[in-house]
């Protein structure tokens, strides 16, 4: 096992990293999903006692993975905030801090279902706010799965917040999940809940535990 896998999707070469951050050498790009920021403030705010720096946590994930690889383009592949309520000051000091020491980062947001509630971000940011199915290259991005144009190689994308059960004694541990030239990413917000897949013939999934990620296997009839 390592903390990195290269894979060929439909002959684009990207890399699976085990933060579940996916990077595409070729075009400098870091492809993230489902940060959900500021989600343990709104749980705060309605009176449910989560702990804090979740959001923290989540950031310095990026901002290592953004120094490690040296990439000059982040995607967001949906679900930035939480909620509005997600905004609280500290959460937007955080965001602020991020961008403030990566000014030569383009940063991009593909809109996703937690977007469209948070309403309009400060004008400030520098942020590009993108609807799904917008392209780079052969690559299509969106929030949720969907299927993948004819005139495509590959669709990413975020939303289910995928896992794979591996055994009673593990449980299950968050995945890659590959169908039909989709990939969908699984969630890099610490404070996210999973969703189990059913790998079928033909999937391909691969596996993050402990700062490692490894290729799993379809079930057995």
Not at 9 to 28: F, Y
Not at 79 to 88: C, G, K, N, P, V
Not at 128 to 137: A, K, L, T
Not at 178 to 186: A, H, K, Q, S, T
């Amino acid at each position: 096992m390592a903390n990195r896998i290269s894979i060929k999707l439909n002959g684009i070469e990207v890399c699976l990293h085990s933060d579940g951050s996916v990077e595409w050498p070729d075009r400098q790009t870091l492809f993230i999903a489902d940060p959900h920021f500021g989600k343990e403030a709104t749980f705060r705010r309605h009176g449910i006692p989560v702990p804090m720096g979740s959001t923290q946590g989540t950031l310095q994930k990026i901002q290592r993975r953004v120094c490690e690889t040296g990439v000059s383009r982040l995607v967001i592949l949906g679900d930035m905030f939480h909620a509005r309520s997600s905004l609280s000051r500290d959460v937007v000091e955080s965001i602020e801090d991020f961008f403030s020491a990566f000014i030569d980062l383009s940063t991009v947001l593909v809109r996703g279902n937690h977007d469209a509630h948070v309403g309009q971000l400060p004008s400030s940011w520098p942020i590009e706010i993108v609807d799904p199915f917008e392209r780079i290259d052969d690559l299509v991005m969106t929030h949720h799965p969907e299927e993948v144009p004819e005139d495509a190689r590959v669709l990413l994308c975020g939303h289910v917040h995928p896992a794979v059960k591996v055994g009673d004694a593990i449980g299950k541990l968050p995945c890659f999940f590959y169908r039909n030239r989709m990939l969908m990413l699984p969630a890099i917000g610490q404070f996210t809940g999973t969703h189990v897949v059913k790998i079928n013939s033909g999937d391909l999934a691969w596996a993050i535990a402990e700062n490692e990620v490894f290729p799993v296997h379809s079930e057995r009839p």
